[in-house]
Every structure is written in structure tokens, then in C-alpha cells.
């Protein structure tokens, strides 16, 4: 029996909406269920400039102040964020169902936040990446460490821009 995935996305007061544009695009890509957010910088600016997917058709976009009201039981609390003794994204072994809960451009997630989470992990590279390159790269790894069967075809062809007509030559 296989259990329902859950993804949301969490982003603790963004203050840029180029950013959130591309966090909805990465979300529409990797099938994400929901992107929340707070604070009151973002909609000073909300303006889905990166968005060109429209993700906010299929995915929700919900404001709300404390990110983590209302999931279920069984959705894990997982912070993204530079934090000491926080784990490596590439030795993370996702949950099922989990919110991933990132903090501003400028900052960090205050501790509370990160005291009530199940896992803290982040992605190590040398300095810190923008908000939505780490929200791409963590829905990648969750994507790569997915079990599943892709059908390489189908998948390029349903995925690719209209004007890519591009093939692998074969030997």
C-alpha cells in the first residue's frame, strides 16, 4: 500500500516577489501540494513576476502567521537553514509528508521555529544560496531520492518548453 506524498512550502517573511514567483514555479515543477507564507513584506510587492507556469492556478498560495496551523499529525516540521548541527541535505532521508519551512532573503528562521521542527537540514555550499535556488534544490533531492519509475520520453516531452524539438542522436 503506498501512502499519499504531502510537500508544502513554507516561507517565513519574504520580502521578494521575484523569488516567490520562482518558489510557485519550483513548486508547480516538483508537484508541490501547497506554498504558505508570512510576514507583510511580500504583499507590499505581490507581483508574480516568475511565475510563468502559472503555478498559482494549481498550487495554492496561502498567507497565514503561524506556517505550520492546521497539518495533520503525520506532517513532519523540516527547517531548511544554516544552522550548527543541522544535517546535510545530501544525508537527509525525507519524510512522507512534511513541510519544508524556509526563512527571508535577509535572515534566518527564528529559533522557536526551529526548536519545534523534526529535522533541520541544509545545503552545503559554500556561502548561502538565494531563497529559491534552496527551494529548488531541496524539492530536487526529495524528487531524486524518490523511488519511482520515469518514462525518460514522456517525461521530456510533457516537460518541455513547445519550441524544444531537440533529440539524442542514437548510435
Not at 513548486?27 to 501540494?33: I, M, S, V
Not at 503561524?66 to 499529525?73: C, I, K, N, S
Not at 510533457?158 to 542522436?169: F, G, I, M, P, Q
Amino acid at each position: 500500500m503506498t501512502t499519499e506524498s504531502t510537500v508544502v512550502i513554507g516561507l517565513y517573511n519574504p520580502k521578494n516577489p521575484t523569488n516567490v514567483g520562482a518558489v510557485m514555479r519550483a513548486a508547480g515543477c516538483y508537484e508541490a501540494n501547497q506554498v504558505r507564507y508570512n510576514g507583510t513584506r511580500y504583499n507590499r510587492a505581490m507581483k508574480f513576476q516568475t511565475d510563468t507556469k502559472k503555478a498559482r492556478q494549481h498550487i495554492e498560495l496561502v498567507e497565514m502567521e503561524d506556517l505550520t496551523a492546521g497539518l495533520a499529525d503525520d506532517v513532519a516540521i523540516v527547517c531548511v537553514e544554516l544552522a550548527v548541527g543541522a544535517t546535510a541535505l545530501p544525508n537527509f532521508i525525507h519524510p512522507q509528508k512534511a513541510i519544508y519551512l524556509f526563512g527571508p532573503e535577509d535572515g534566518s528562521l527564528p529559533q522557536d521555529v526551529v526548536d519545534k521542527a523534526n529535522h533541520v537540514v541544509y545545503v552545503p555550499t559554500v556561502g548561502c544560496m538565494n531563497l529559491a535556488a534552496t527551494v529548488n534544490v531541496l524539492l530536487y533531492d526529495r524528487l531524486a531520492k524518490t523511488p519511482r519509475d520515469i518514462d525518460d520520453h514522456q517525461q521530456v516531452v510533457a516537460s518541455r518548453d513547445n519550441k524544444n524539438r531537440l533529440k539524442v542522436k542514437t548510435a
